[in-house]
């Protein structure tokens, strides 16, 4: 049975660090796209960050380019996001998510109507 369970959640100062991890179960990460979703509060769900099938692909919405970093761990079948130079406006709730098909994704990375699964969640709280 394919799961994502994310960790690594928390509340940091503007300026600091944060490192999301996302566990996929039950299917192989690096034969999917995978990516990074975030929902503030009233807010639509958007795309952060999509990693190609191999890794030869990734995408960065444009504002968390140059700060963010997506990443998998091929050994751990985990999915990464590591979060540098925090501002308040990335206070959200941060999903990871993977295609339904092996072996695609779609031309500007993993958008909604593509997922296939969706982890638990966790919050990330950036405070001024």
């Known amino acids: 049975q394919e799961r994502l369970v994310e960790s690594g959640g928390g509340s940091v100062q503007a300026g600091g660090s944060l490192r999301l991890s996302c566990a996929a179960s039950g299917f192989t990460a690096r034969s999917y796209c995978m990516g990074w979703f975030r929902q503030a509060p009233v807010k639509e769900r958007e795309g952060v960050a999509s990693i190609w099938p191999g890794g030869n692909n990734i995408y960065y919405a444009a504002s968390v380019k140059g700060r963010f970093t997506i990443s998998v761990d091929n050994a751990k079948n985990t999915l990464n996001l590591q979060m540098n130079g925090l501002k308040p406006e990335d206070t959200a709730m941060y999903y990871c998510?993977?295609?339904?098909?092996?072996?695609?994704?779609?031309?500007?990375?993993?958008?909604?109507?593509?997922?296939?699964?969706w982890g638990q969640g966790t919050q990330v709280t950036v405070s001024s």
């Open positions: 998510a993977s295609a339904r098909t092996k072996w695609w994704c779609p031309t500007g990375g993993l958008d909604l109507p593509s997922v296939a699964y």
